[in-house]
């Protein structure tokens, strides 16, 4: 049995990105900062027959990232599947004259090195198990930087060139490298952007890897 990683493991995405997963026999790992919200939802999960296991880290520090992914690939079973899509915090998204180096700063962290960690953590074992999928999501930003959203836009956009960079280094192997993403973010609900919507589309990423970056809905110009 091989494992789903979720980085950013919460109740919409995460959760539904677990079940449409774990219905095709994989192992969920759940990784976000909080033990006692994994907990909760991998027992929910468990109740419905999924394998599951919380394992709490900081996306801003990778030595704890890297700690959390190997346990999980020794208790879960070898990372097949690597999702980040931790929700950035309010701090990132405020206006470009109105952040700080320090904000700008975070929001690197958290969507740059974060990935390269967590990249570089499972691509051996990818490699050693023969295959393996690595998607990453974002919002608009992250193709279409935003002034009102400095910080997600700066970070996003570092993100995305490590992506598709990531996806030539890549593209002669098993790995698959696939962007989703997500204008104006998840509505619960909506035709296009309900979790359980992104979560098919994932899995239809992950099954298909016929191309790296997908839209969940047309990119609509952002005013400036």
């Known amino acids: 049995m091989t494992t789903l990683a ?16 774990g219905r095709e026999g994989f192992s ?14 991998a027992a929910d999960l468990a109740a419905d027959g999924i394998t599951a296991k919380g394992y709490a880290a ?10 959390a992914l190997d346990l999980a690939a020794q208790e879960l079973g070898p990372i097949e599947v690597l999702s980040y899509n931790p929700l950035p915090a309010k701090d990132f998204l405020r206006p470009l004259l109105e952040s700080t180096v320090y904000d700008i700063q975070a929001a ?5 090195l974060g990935p390269v960690a967590a990249v570089h953590q499972v691509l051996q074992g990818m490699r050693v198990l023969g295959r393996g999928t690595i998607l990453f999501v974002n919002g ?19 993100e995305t060139a490590y992506a598709e ?25 909506d035709s296009e952007k309900d979790p359980e919507v992104l979560a098919e589309l994932l899995w239809k990423m992950h099954v298909d890897r016929d191309r790296f970056r997908t839209f969940a809905t047309e990119l609509e110009v952002q005013p400036y």
Do not use: Y
Request: net charge neutral; aromatic share 6%.
């Open 6 to 21: 979720i980085i950013g493991a919460g109740r919409q995405l995460g959760e539904a990105l677990a079940r449409r997963f």
């Open 108 to 112: 690197f962290e958290f969507s740059v």
């Open 140 to 158: 608009g930003s992250a193709v279409q930087p935003v002034q009102h959203f400095a910080g997600t836009s700066i970070a996003f956009a570092g």
């Open 28 to 41: 969920i790992a759940l990784l976000s900062r909080s033990q006692e919200r994994l907990d909760a939802l």
């Open 58 to 67: 900081n996306v801003r520090d990778p030595e704890a990232l890297v700690k």
């Open 165 to 189: 960079m990531l996806d030539q280094a890549l593209r002669d192997t098993d790995i698959h490298v696939a962007q989703l993403i997500i204008p104006g973010g998840i509505i619960r609900g």
